[in-house]
C-alpha cells in the first residue's frame, strides 16, 4: 500500500500523540485533596497551564486554553457559589394546593360547621374560626409561594462550557458526569456537603482535561464572544 504524503503526516500525528500519551504518566486526584485546596493531582501543571493559557477577560484563542477556562469556571461556581449561577430552575405550579398557596382543614372547635352551640340553645359563631368552619395555613409543599422549583436546567452561559468540552474531550465520562451532577433535583444549593464525593466529580473532570492537554497538540479557535 503506498500512502499519500498527507496520510504519512497524518499517522506520524498519531503516533507521536499515542507515544506522550505511553509515556506521560495518568494521575488522578486523592480522595481529600482537590484542586480547590491547590493540592490536585496535576496541580502544577493546571497553574502553569492557566497562566498561559486562559485570558484574564473573556475566552480563550486556543481548545486548550478553553478548555482549561470551562473546567476551571464550572469548578469555581460550584464551590463559591453552590451552582448558583449554573442552574436554573423552571417554576411550576403548586399541585398541593392548585397554586393558590394555601390549604384549609376543618375547624377542630366547631368541626366544620362554623357554629358553636351555646347554653341558651342558640348557636353562636365559631370564635375560632370566624365561622368560616375551616382553617386557612400556607401550603406545607410550596410554603405559600404557589409556585415549586421544576425542572433543573444549566444556564447557557455554561452549558457552552460543557457543549465545548463534549465536543472536544477525549474522556467524555467526566464531562457527563458532572453535567449530570449539576442537573440533579435531590441536590444545590443548600444541601451541598463539598465532600469527598462531591468534589471527585470535579477534580476527574480537571484530571481528565489536564491529561489530554499535556499528551495533544494545540489548535487555535474563534472564538464564540467575538463572533457574536
Not at 486523592?30 to 493540592?39: L, M, Q
Not at 490536585?40 to 478548555?67: C, W
Request: with cysteine; charged share 30%.
Amino acid at each position: 500500500m503506498t500512502l499519500s504524503f498527507g496520510s504519512v503526516i497524518f499517522y506520524s500525528y498519531f503516533y507521536i500523540i499515542t507515544l506522550k500519551q505511553h509515556i506521560m504518566e495518568k494521575k488522578t486526584t486523592e480522595s481529600g485533596k482537590s484542586y480547590w485546596d491547590k493540592n490536585g493531582a496535576y496541580q502544577t501543571e493546571y497553574d502553569k497551564l492557566y497562566e498561559e493559557l486562559v485570558p484574564s477577560r473573556g475566552e480563550a484563542d486556543t481548545i486548550h486554553g478553553e478548555m482549561i477556562r470551562s473546567v476551571s469556571r464550572l469548578f469555581y461556581d460550584f464551590c463559591n457559589n453552590g451552582n448558583c449561577n449554573v442552574r436554573n430552575f423552571e417554576q411550576e405550579s403548586c399541585d398541593e394546593c392548585g397554586g393558590m398557596g394555601y390549604e384549609e382543614e376543618e375547624c377542630s372547635n366547631c368541626y366544620g360547621s362554623g357554629e358553636i352551640e351555646c347554653d341558651d340553645e342558640e348557636n353562636e359563631p365559631c370564635y375560632d374560626c370566624d365561622g368560616s368552619g375551616v382553617h386557612t395555613n400556607d401550603c406545607s409543599y410550596c410554603g405559600g409561594d404557589c409556585y415549586v422549583d421544576g425542572e433543573v436546567t444549566i444556564n447557557d452561559y455554561y452549558q457552552d462550557m460543557i457543549d465545548f468540552l463534549h465536543q472536544h474531550s477525549i474522556n467524555q465520562r467526566v464531562v457527563y458526569t458532572v453535567e449530570e451532577f449539576i442537573k440533579r433535583d435531590d441536590l444545590g444549593y443548600g444541601n451541598y456537603t463539598f465532600g469527598k464525593d462531591e468534589m471527585t466529580v470535579y477534580n476527574d473532570l480537571v484530571d481528565a482535561v489536564v491529561y489530554q492537554i499535556l499528551t495533544s497538540e494545540n489548535q487555535k479557535r474563534i472564538k464564540k464572544d467575538l463572533v457574536n
